[in-house]
Structure formats: structure tokens, C-alpha cells
């Protein structure tokens, strides 16, 4: 009998997230994919979550699930669980997901594997592949437990792939117990997001400290509009308040996977490496020979960084002949 690999379905900003649909073709890869989706969400929801692979889709619309923060989610899902018993259940590696995964985790005094990058089951086992030390080694965690067994799983670790199928719709009533809600949402603040999102972007323009100034990161933008990209920066950058923490790339920020990404004055510490060193090809421009940006990166250019993007704008202007 097939494997039921269970995903927990995340909304954010009124969309399906990218990472939901990751897990879910993963999860279909596997065995069967299922899928659990709460609180408000796109008319469209239960479509794409078919659409990339789940078979059926627990459906809980309550108001309950948006206003109160974890507690619903943990009693809706534990009681899911407890009465289905999927062989694996996958969250995305977000706030949400840590949340509502360690919670479980306490509940039915299990454990659970953090930061998966990938994922087989083998004997009865799920055996989790885990990245380590920013991504130069590979690590192996085992779940050996034959009850609830949780993966909270990297983003980025696996193609989205549409399957064309549809989901069958199981209804989940809400929780009702008041002592659920403690922890009340009292304000969403939307943050502005300025240009292309990093998440999806096929180019990506990403700066470092050698930019020397929130001002500098003009031309980066100028140079990622002239290439249909998005830009980015490293943790240090953030840290300063040159850009918001959206942009930020590396193990505390985003994980990305570009066909090209354009390393400008960014040294390769291993926590920036971890977040993009996957991407297709990698151009560097640093002025330290010996930085490790140029240990991953397959062009890489030994030169000043306000020297080397104005003329790679100049150039690629002229040639599409706005110059």
C-alpha cells in the first residue's frame, strides 16, 4: 500500500505558497500526497493543490484558524493525525511551520527532523538528508518511530512540478475549546516590497558590504530591471538597514535557486552560501582575490565593484539598444 505523505498547505499574502506546492510534488513522488489546508484562502486553493499533486485536500475555513495563532492549528491537525495516521507529514521551514511542528511534536512526544533539504522512506523509516555547515556537507537523520513522524523541510529543495490532477475536499470542524485561544491576532502589518520577488526569480542581482552604502544599491537595481531580475543581499547589509530583511539571502534569509545570480562586492561567508550557492551559474565581482565567493561562482571577476556593474549596464544598454 502506497505510503500517505501528508503537507501542510500555507496562504500567505491571499496565495498558495511556492514551498507548499515543493512539498506537495515531492509528496506525490513518494506516495500519495494529501494535503491540510486552514484558515482564510484563494477560491482557487484546492485547484492548485490538485493541480500539483494532492489526492485530497482537509479543509478547515474557520475564522478561528486566522485570529488565534498555533493553538486551533495544533488541536485541528493532532486530531487529523491521531485519526488518519499518514505515514509522514511535511510543514514548509517558515514561522508558521515551526510553530505548528514543535507544538505537534510536544503533543505526541515525538520527534522531529529541522531543516530538510530531502527526504526516502526505507523500511519503515523516513530517513531526512540535512545540510550542513552552510551546505558543503551532507548530513542523515533517521525517524525510526512508528507513530506521528514530522519534517519541517528547506525551501527551495525541491522543483514544483503540475501533475493536473484534482483533490477530493474533507471538511475539518474548528476547535472549539476557549482555552485554545490564548494568543490573538491583533494587527497585519504588510510590509512594501519593492521590485520583483526574490522567490521564483530567474536572475537575481545580490550586494554586499563592499556596496558600502544603502545608496549603491540604486545601480543594483538599475542592472536587475535591465535583466528582468530581482535583487538581493547578505545578512551584513540588513544588519546595517540598507534594505529591508525581504531581500536578505543566506541561512536566515531566503533560499535561492536562479539560473543567474550576480554576486556584487559579497566576500561568500557560508551562511550567504547557504541560501544560493545552488543556483545554475554564478558570476562574482569582488576586489580580494582570495575571497571565497570565488570558490562557487563560475565567472568570476577580480575588480571594483563600482567599476565592473556600471559598465555591465552601459554594455548590456547598448545592446539592447538603449543607449
Known amino acids: 500500500m502506497p505510503e500517505r505523505i501528508w503537507v501542510y498547505a500555507e496562504v500567505i499574502d491571499d496565495h498558495v505558497t511556492p514551498?507548499?506546492?515543493?512539498?506537495?510534488?515531492?509528496?506525490?513522488?513518494?506516495?500519495?500526497?494529501?494535503?491540510?489546508?486552514?484558515?482564510?484562502?484563494?477560491?482557487?486553493?484546492?485547484?492548485?493543490?490538485?493541480?500539483?499533486?494532492?489526492?485530497?485536500?482537509?479543509?478547515?475555513?474557520?475564522?478561528?484558524?486566522?485570529?488565534?495563532?498555533?493553538?486551533?492549528?495544533?488541536?485541528?491537525?493532532?486530531?487529523l493525525l491521531a485519526a488518519e495516521k499518514p505515514d509522514v507529514m511535511l510543514f514548509p521551514s517558515s514561522y508558521a511551520g515551526r510553530d505548528l511542528a514543535s507544538g505537534l511534536s510536544a503533543k505526541f512526544d515525538c520527534g522531529a527532523i529541522t531543516d530538510v533539504g530531502d527526504f526516502r522512506l526505507e523500511g519503515g523509516s523516513v530517513v531526512a538528508t540535512i545540510p550542513a555547515l552552510g551546505g558543503s556537507y551532507q548530513t542523515t537523520a533517521t525517524l525510526e518511530n512508528n507513530g506521528v513522524r514530522l519534517l519541517l523541510v528547506r525551501p527551495k529543495s525541491f522543483e514544483p512540478r503540475q501533475t493536473g490532477g484534482t483533490a477530493e475536499v474533507v471538511t475539518v470542524a474548528a476547535p472549539t475549546d476557549e482555552g485554545l485561544k490564548k494568543v490573538r491576532v491583533v494587527e497585519r502589518v504588510t510590509v512594501p516590497v519593492e521590485g520583483p520577488q526574490l522567490e521564483g526569480a530567474k536572475n537575481i542581482v545580490s550586494g554586499g558590504r563592499g556596496l558600502k552604502s544603502a545608496e549603491s544599491f540604486q545601480m543594483l537595481r538599475e542592472l536587475a530591471d535591465l535583466i528582468g531580475g530581482a535583487v538581493g543581499a547578505t545578512r551584513a547589509v540588513v544588519d546595517q538597514s540598507w534594505v529591508p530583511y525581504s531581500m536578505q539571502i543566506g541561512q536566515t534569509g531566503k533560499t535561492v535557486t536562479p539560473e543567474v545570480y550576480i554576486a556584487c562586492g559579497i566576500s561568500g561567508a557560508i551562511q550567504h552560501l547557504a541560501g544560493m550557492k545552488s543556483s545554475k551559474t554564478i558570476i562574482a565581482v569582488n576586489t580580494d582575490p582570495e575571497a571565497p565567493i570565488f570558490k562557487v561562482a563560475d565567472l568570476g571577476i577580480v575588480g571594483d565593484v563600482f567599476q565592473v556593474v556600471p559598465q555591465l549596464i552601459d554594455e548590456i544598454k547598448k545592446r539592447k539598444g538603449l543607449a
Do not use: H, M, N, W
Not at 48 to 67: E, H, K
Open 19 to 79: 514551498t507548499t506546492l515543493e512539498l506537495l510534488t515531492k509528496a506525490a513522488a513518494v506516495g500519495v500526497a494529501e494535503a491540510i489546508l486552514l484558515g482564510s484562502a484563494p477560491a482557487d486553493a484546492i485547484q492548485i493543490l490538485g493541480d500539483y499533486g494532492a489526492t485530497r485536500v482537509y479543509r478547515g475555513d474557520d475564522s478561528v484558524f486566522d485570529d488565534f495563532l498555533t493553538l486551533p492549528a495544533v488541536e485541528a491537525v493532532s486530531s
